[in-house]
């Protein structure tokens, strides 16, 4: 049995700060490595269930696949949480303050249930959660050379990637392990990965159907009840302990993780506030207003037994879709700031921190789908720094004709040899090159064509 050369509270400490190191979470596994303790695994458990019923630690996924990282970042101001992580999400004063007011200890935050008034008072076209110049910059970035078109044709024809993107990020903001590749595979080939659950895999097939739903209905969809509760339908199918709770409000009281608010708990009152939401978010004039309400209002009622979020990701697409806008497929968004940002909401009705998570991944969103644009703003530095390994690994992969799986194990391989810090983004760069390959780009890789062709059959693309 191996011990530590430091007492508890010098463990408890060394731990806090071996997670200022990784603001996006990590393992267990990661933990005692990093740290340099030569505690046995259970200890270490011990150790960070200490803190966090202090407060100090929280954790993200489940079992396997469970996370910790600090509820309190060192350092708060200008968007940086320690010496090696930035916040790439520029944040606006209200959004740090929002921040700083959910991160403490539950233990001092004052716990809220829901305020009717948050919502009644709500004047759509009158009030406004985003500025005259936030719709301008969201309705310039989200320019298509559709938007005369019926509705739903833009997404229909980036449908086979908005697929994937919308359906693994969304997922991946629940705590889902699936890596961008894994999601290809499943929604291309039904593929399920071998390492993960299979509610993993239910949840974003669950995805891929909404999505269509969602796509091929747009000219009969909107914001009813027609269209919500079929789209908590398909998104909570098979993930419900009762079957007949998909598409169905809720008649008792729930919790919020990790929160001090109650939702609404009384049937009547549901129903009523749901009704609420929905004619007030169809009033709404504004597509990028619309998306914005529902991602604030519906999570905040809380009408389904669970997967309201999901609800809300999904349905912030509706008004994109039905004016051929970008959609938003949440690209990039850190886990942490979105939850905090719906925390901003729930427990003190304040929007600033969500909205400036949701400015931002329409940005990283409308890019990512921007066949054409005069600017694409700052280099991307990430890839810049590891853009050697990058196109090595790519090219070795496809130029060797190297199945998906397997592919997916080289990549994981690759980030291991990285600081700890940059290995879930070196994981997406490379999935995402990867399957943005097609024959207009890749003899950049120093692909021969044949190679090329042989490596689409082996993956299905043929």
């Known amino acids: 049995m191996k011990s530590s050369q430091f007492n ?3 463990e408890l400490e060394i731990i806090r700060k071996t997670l200022e190191r990784f603001g996006e979470g990590i393992s267990l596994d990661t933990i005692k490595e990093a740290s340099g303790l030569e505690i046995e695994a259970r200890t270490l458990q011990r150790r960070l269930d200490k803190l966090k019923e202090a407060g100090i630690v929280a954790t993200s996924g489940k079992t396997r696949s469970t996370l910790y990282y600090l509820t309190q970042p060192s350092v708060e101001e200008n968007n940086v949480v320690n010496e090696e992580r930035v916040i790439p999400i520029p944040l606006s004063h209200g959004g740090k303050e929002v921040r700083r007011a959910v991160s403490g200890p539950l233990a001092v935050r004052r716990p809220v249930g829901y305020d009717r008034e948050f919502l009644l008072s709500y004047r759509p076209n009158k009030d406004s959660y985003l500025t005259p110049d936030d719709k301008r910059k969201l309705a310039d ?16 024809e980036i449908l086979q990637r908005l697929l994937i993107d919308l359906s693994w990020n969304s997922s991946r903001l629940e705590g889902n392990t699936y890596s961008l590749l894994d999601t290809q595979q499943l929604i291309s080939l039904g593929k399920i990965a071998d390492d ?3 509610a993993e895999a239910q949840m974003i097939l669950n995805h891929k159907d909404a999505i269509e739903f969602i796509v091929q209905s747009a000219d009969e969809i909107g914001f009813n009840r027609y269209t919500i509760t079929n789209l908590h339908a398909l998104l909570s199918n098979g993930l419900l302990p009762d079957s007949a709770a998909s598409g169905r409000l809720r008649g008792f009281g ?21 009704e609420i939401i929905l004619e007030k978010a169809g009033a709404i004039q504004d597509p990028f207003e619309q998306a914005f309400f529902i991602m604030v209002q519906l999570p905040y009622l809380q009408p389904f037994d669970d997967v309201n979020k999901r609800v809300s990701r999904l349905a912030a697409n509706i008004s994109l879709n039905a004016h051929n806008l970008a959609p938003l497929a949440f690209v990039d968004v850190p886990e942490d700031l979105y939850v905090q940002g719906m925390l901003g909401v729930y427990e003190l009705n304040r929007i600033e921190l969500l909205k400036d998570v949701f400015i931002w991944a329409y940005e990283r969103s409308a890019f990512r789908y921007a066949a054409l644009r005069q600017s694409l703003g700052e280099p991307d530095m990430f890839r810049l720094k590891y853009r050697d390994d990058i196109r090595s690994l790519v090219a070795q992969i496809v130029s060797n004709a190297i199945p998906a799986d397997e592919a997916g194990r080289m990549i994981r391989n690759k980030a291991a040899t990285l600081p700890a810090a940059d290995w879930a983004k070196f994981v997406e760069v490379v999935d995402t090159e990867l399957l943005s390959l097609h024959e207009g780009n890749f003899a950049r890789y120093w692909i021969r064509p044949s190679e090329f062709v042989e490596w689409r059959k082996v993956w299905g693309k043929s």
């Open 196 to 198: 993960k659950t299979a």
């Open 254 to 274: 729930v919790g919020i993780g990790n929160s001090v608010f109650t939702p609404l708990s009384i049937p009547q009152r549901i129903e009523e506030m749901f």
């Open 141 to 156: 970035l989200g320019k298509t050379a559709r938007l005369d078109q019926p509705a739903g044709t833009y997404a229909k």
């Open 8 to 10: 508890i509270n010098q």
